[in-house]
Each structure stands twice: as structure tokens, then as C-alpha cells.
């Protein structure tokens, strides 16, 4: 029998409760209209036979395919010729058949969107930042009439500024393709705050950025409010709607946590496969927020994150069935390109859930272990029904936000030592 067995085999697992947290849930009930309204404040700005490139890419944008559907329409109503331009750095393999799919597998296609696909990796170079950074457009971008962007607007999970993740971002890396991302990324994260704005602000001076397309998401990942910006008021805009976005942005509501356990990461879900801002560890020292954490443990992976096991480095334990499933190729090359590798480190590697829970909660620095504080979540969107063992309960019963749905129960393992 495995040493790392014998070490954790006689460690207790705590009863656990299944609570519910209370989020503001206010999301928009009609999004065409709304969208439709705002695209009316834009659309002069699309003249007949203009060829319109609409940047589109990000992961997880709620109703991703309505607003492009709806922007798509609205451009080809004013005479003008819309195609879609993968805009996602480096994602999909940073190969145009790779990108491609990885808009298939958000819904978007030529078929759902009503607009051709146009995908590259290659970039044209348009300058380069006072520090020297170049700045990349994507080809086919760079020769359209005009550049529309859709994003959602919210907290970055490695730095922290006035602008994070949105439609400045979606310009500055996912437009510039696999270069544009590292170059933005070249000078480390401690830089991104200034570099991402700054960046954006070149593509938009020196090419036909008409408006961008934003949303801001409720806790559960409806969209809440959306807006058609003109560029020379992107900016500003996105200033403000990144704080309406940290307002609405869910968490975990205990501040001091022994034991995290999360069920699965992934791309689909993060970009560094589980959010930051849900689980206080971040993989630079640049951003902050979120619980105390003291041991963190991650099961598998998501079906659609294909083997990119980007994240895991943040956990401290994790199974060996995750392990098995990691493409290295995958969840190295976006430690390649952001230049932060420590989030694809494989962490310490259990032979399965049981001993991975085992050992967090031996290490987790209490002298009791049946009165650990332990959390388990299936991942960083999921957060309206979680679990919470006993420690926790008086905690939580307090709390006006937080419902107790069950009595304490034991966890169930399978022969194998999977969490049922």
C-alpha cells in the first residue's frame, strides 16, 4: 500500500451541510431589446459596403450568440458587409483552425451568426509603446473598413487597475493574436495595468475601432446590463462598468478557510481554469481579494477544457485521474505566453479524491481536524449551492445571505476513492 496512503488513511473527513448563498440575481429579461436599443446609438456609423470585422472570443460571455447574431444583423441592415474575426490571444492552439473551434464550441458559427469566419494567426505590426512593446493587429482585421469588439467587462484574474478584462483587453490581446498577447504580456503582470489601456489606445488611434459591444454579468452569469460604446468613449465607459462588475461579482461567504475543495477546473470556466477572484489565490501578486485559504485541493477537469490543466499550479493537491487527463502541451504553452508558469505546475498528486481531502486536511495547520472549516464547490461559477462542513455551521446560520438546506451528512466514496 502507497506510503502517501498510510500517511492520510487515518485522517477524518468532517460532516458536511449543502447551504444556499443569496446573490443580487437582477439580469436583463430581454436582451434583444436592450441590445437592439443600443446598437441604435451606433449604428450611423456603418456605411453601405463597409467590410466590418466584429472581434469575438472570450470565454463564457453569456449569450455570446445573440450579440453577435444581433450586431451582425444590425450592420448588415446599414448596407454593411460583417465577418467574424477570432479574437482570443493565443487560445485554441494559436493556430486559425484551432481558434475556429474554439468559437464553435461558444455557439458561434457562420450558420448561428449569419456572418463568414475569418481566422489567422497572422499580424501586422502598427508600432510599438514608448517601453518598446510592439502592437500586433490580426490581418484581416487591419484590412476592414471598420473594427466593432464584444466583450464582457470584469475583474482580471492576475492584476488590478482602472481597466482589467473587457472590451480594452479584447482589443490590446485578442486582436493581436498569439504576439499581440505576448507582447502584452512580455514586461509580467505588474505591468498590465498600464500596458493593456495602452495598447488599445494605439489600435484605436491608428485603426477604424468604430464601437464595442460590452456586457456586465450577475452573480449566476446572465447578463445584467449591456451597452453600445463609441471608441472615443470606450475607455470611460468600461472604467465605471468594471466597478458595477465587482459589485455583482459572486463569493465564497466565509473569510477564513481551512480546506477548499473544487470539484473541477477548466478553460471554459477561468482562464487560469478555476477564478481568483472566487478563491483568494491568485497567480501573481498583483491582484487580491477573495477568502483566506490555507490548503486548496481541485479533482478533475472539465470535458471542454480538452486536457489544458492551466490553474492547478494554485492548488496544493489534486488527483491522480486529473493528472491522467492533462494535455502538457496544452497547459504549458499559456505558461509560455503569459509568462506565469507557476499555475501549470502539477500539484502534490494523491491516488485519488479521498486521499487528496485527506491530505489537505492533515496540513492545514489545526490542531483539531474534526473541526476543520472546509468548503467544497463544484467550480468558481457554480457558487449559489455549496457544501460547508460542521465548523462552519454557526457561521453560516448567521448569516442573513446564506440558507442551511440539509442536516449534516458523511461524504460517500466509491471503492476506488471517488467522491460520489
Known amino acids: 500500500m502507497s506510503i502517501l496512503h498510510e500517511l492520510v488513511k487515518h485522517i477524518p473527513i468532517p460532516r458536511m451541510v449543502r447551504i444556499q448563498q443569496s446573490f443580487p440575481a437582477d439580469c436583463l429579461t430581454n436582451l434583444d431589446e436592450a441590445l437592439q436599443t443600443e446598437l441604435a446609438k451606433v449604428e450611423s456609423m456603418i456605411q453601405p459596403g463597409m467590410e466590418i470585422a466584429i472581434a469575438v472570443g472570450s470565454r463564457g460571455v453569456d449569450q455570446i450568440v445573440t450579440l453577435t447574431r444581433l450586431t451582425v444583423e444590425m450592420i448588415k441592415r446599414r448596407g454593411g458587409k460583417p465577418f467574424i474575426v477570432p479574437s482570443m490571444g493565443s487560445h485554441g492552439g494559436a493556430t486559425a483552425e484551432g481558434q475556429i473551434a474554439v468559437l464553435r464550441h461558444l455557439g458561434v458559427t457562420e450558420e448561428s451568426v449569419g456572418a463568414e469566419i475569418r481566422s489567422t494567426m497572422e499580424v ?129 461567504m466565509f ?22 477572484n472566487i478563491t483568494g489565490r491568485y497567480p501573481t501578486p498583483f491582484a487580491h481579494g477573495g477568502p483566506q485559504v490555507n490548503k486548496m485541493v481541485v479533482l478533475d477537469l472539465t470535458e471542454e477544457t480538452e486536457g489544458n490543466a492551466n490553474g492547478i499550479g494554485t492548488a496544493d493537491f489534486t488527483t491522480q485521474r486529473l493528472v491522467d487527463k492533462m494535455d502538457l502541451e496544452k497547459t504549458y504553452a499559456n505558461g509560455l505566453t503569459s509568462t506565469v508558469v507557476a499555475p501549470t505546475k502539477i500539484a502534490t498528486t494523491l491516488a485519488d479524491d479521498r486521499d487528496a481531502i485527506r491530505a489537505a486536511i492533515k496540513t492545514c495547520n489545526i490542531l483539531d481536524f474534526h473541526q476543520v472549516k472546509l468548503v467544497r464547490i463544484k467550480n468558481t461559477l457554480q457558487l449559489g449551492e455549496i457544501e460547508i462542513s460542521e465548523a462552519l455551521l454557526e457561521q453560516a446560520k448567521a448569516n442573513p445571505a446564506i440558507r442551511v438546506l440539509s442536516e449534516p451528512y458523511e461524504w460517500e466514496f466509491a471503492e476506488t476513492g471517488k467522491l460520489l
Do not use: W
Request: charged residues 25%.
Open 255 to 276: 473569510d477564513q478557510i481551512d480546506v477548499l475543495v473544487i470539484d473541477e477546473i477548466g478553460k471554459n470556466i477561468s482562464g487560469d481554469g478555476m477564478d481568483p
Open 124 to 252: 501586422d505590426q502598427i508600432g510599438s509603446l514608448p517601453n518598446g512593446l510592439p502592437v500586433y493587429i490580426d490581418k484581416y482585421a487591419a484590412k476592414a473598413d471598420g473594427i466593432v469588439v464584444i466583450n464582457r467587462i470584469k475583474p482580471h484574474t492576475a492584476f488590478r487597475g482602472p481597466v482589467e478584462s473587457g472590451l480594452l483587453k479584447m482589443i490590446s490581446i485578442g486582436l493581436g493574436k498569439q504576439k499581440g498577447a505576448e507582447a502584452c504580456h512580455q514586461l509580467g503582470f505588474g505591468h498590465m495595468a498600464e500596458n493593456v489601456p495602452a495598447m488599445a489606445r494605439m489600435m484605436m488611434e491608428k485603426l477604424p475601432i468604430l464601437f464595442g459591444v460590452g456586457t456586465v454579468e450577475n452573480a449566476f452569469d446572465k447578463v445584467a446590463k449591456v451597452v453600445a460604446v463609441p471608441a472615443a468613449e470606450m475607455e470611460a465607459v468600461e472604467v465605471e462598468l468594471l466597478k458595477e462588475a465587482k459589485n455583482l461579482l459572486p463569493k465564497i
